[in-house]
Nanobody, 114 residues
Framework: QVQLVESGGGLVQPGGSLRLSCEAS????????MGWWRQAPGKQREFVAS???????DVADSVKGRFTISRDHTKNIMYLQMNSPMPEDTAVYYC????????WGQGTQVTVSS
């Protein structure tokens, strides 16, 4: 089973930008769908975005127009480009296959604050 490791989180100001990475232990070209989820304190994990190996993408309404998901099959990395983040985007961000496997990684913390 492919292992996924998230990175790139940190503190970002509202209106700034941040790029998260999800590095895979093996080729992701054969994985039909991969995605990002997030979990804010006291809330349930929620879907953020997904990307198919053919290029089709989907993003949650809450981040549409601000976040972009992409996959680089040459590097076996999936990205989440976060533009104009808002304080309500503060959460731990996770990547996984779609549908998600039960083995979630540690995630990467994103804090949006001035």
């Amino acid at each position: 089973q492919v292992q996924l490791v998230e990175s790139g989180g940190g503190l970002v100001q509202p209106g700034g930008s941040l790029r998260l990475s999800c590095e895979a232990s093996e080729s992701i070209a054969w994985i039909h769908f991969m995605g990002w989820w997030r979990q804010a304190p006291g809330k349930q994990r929620e879907f953020v975005a997904s990307a198919a190996n053919g290029g089709l993408t989907d993003v949650a309404d809450s981040v549409k127009g601000r976040f972009t998901i992409s996959r680089d099959h040459t590097k076996n990395i999936m990205y989440l480009q976060m533009n104009s983040p808002m304080p309500e985007d503060t959460a731990v961000y996770y990547c996984n296959t779609v549908p998600p496997s039960p083995n979630w990684g540690q995630g990467t913390q994103v804090t949006v604050s001035s």
